[in-house]
């Protein structure tokens, strides 16, 4: 069956210190990978997009990488803030009509100052 | 202000009730998409929508309906049929692989 997993544990750290958060899928060929922000009660916020053919993608301090052969996803927060508090999600495409997303559980960082 | 905007930020139902949770954006986005979301799952599709007057089920349909009359508008009926419908629902539209998100409903049953 089609999984896509994060670690749901949550990710304390110091802050000044990269997070790095990892995003599995089985049974999936995305075309596009990308990962959202999400605070407590509140909707997703789209941070970054990554493409198949694309190894990195930098966005100020937050770097992802894709890898289809390992059909992982890393997500990084370098230099770390207390603002950076939130659930992280990665989602993929199914490859279906209609640009039909799936969605991780998210994994939860606490940066404490 | 552009956006997404879901109403009622939180809502209380009754056994055997059905409630409608609305969601207007004013994005000129032809794609909208229902999500649910239950504590430590990921986002679950229930409707989306790629055009007015079409809509398709999602992968947790059952117990829900919606319709798509105007571009804005892309309203959630939970039915009574649901059985278990206490959760965060999120609408979001998407253009250019990219999904933006309303604030989200958070619903009860009590």
């Known amino acids: 069956s089609q999984k896509i997993e994060q670690n749901s544990e949550a990710l304390n750290i110091q802050e000044g210190k990269t997070a790095t958060l990892t995003c599995n899928y089985t049974?999936?060929?995305?075309?596009?990978l990308q990962w959202y922000r999400q605070d407590p009660g509140r909707g997703p916020v789209f941070l970054l997009l990554i493409r198949e053919n694309e190894k990195e993608k930098r966005k100020e301090r937050l770097k992802v990488t894709f890898d289809t052969t390992l059909k992982q996803s890393l997500f990084h927060i370098t230099a770390s803030q207390p603002a950076d508090s939130a659930t992280y999600l990665c989602?993929?495409?199914?490859?279906?009509?209609?640009?039909?997303?799936?969605f991780g559980g998210g994994t939860r960082v606490l940066v404490k100052p | 202000d552009g956006g997404i905007t879901q109403s009622p930020k939180y809502l209380f139902r009754k056994e055997g009730q059905n409630v409608t949770l609305s969601c207007e954006q004013n994005l000129n986005h032809d794609a909208m998409y229902w999500y649910r979301q239950d504590p430590g799952q990921g986002l679950r599709l229930i409707y989306y929508?790629?055009?007015?007057?079409?809509?398709q089920k999602g992968d947790i349909a059952e117990g829900y309906s919606v319709s798509r009359e105007k571009k804005e508008s892309f309203p959630l009926t939970v039915t009574s049929a649901q059985k278990n419908p206490t959760a965060f629902y999120l609408c979001?539209?998407?253009?250019?692989?990219?999904?933006?998100f309303g604030q989200g409903t958070r619903l009860t049953v009590v």
């Open positions: 989602a993929l495409d199914r490859g279906a009509a209609g640009n039909k997303l799936t």
């Open positions: 929508s790629q055009i007015v007057n079409d809509f």
């Open positions: 049974n999936y060929s995305p075309a596009y």
């Open positions: 979001a539209t998407q253009v250019r692989l990219e999904a933006f």
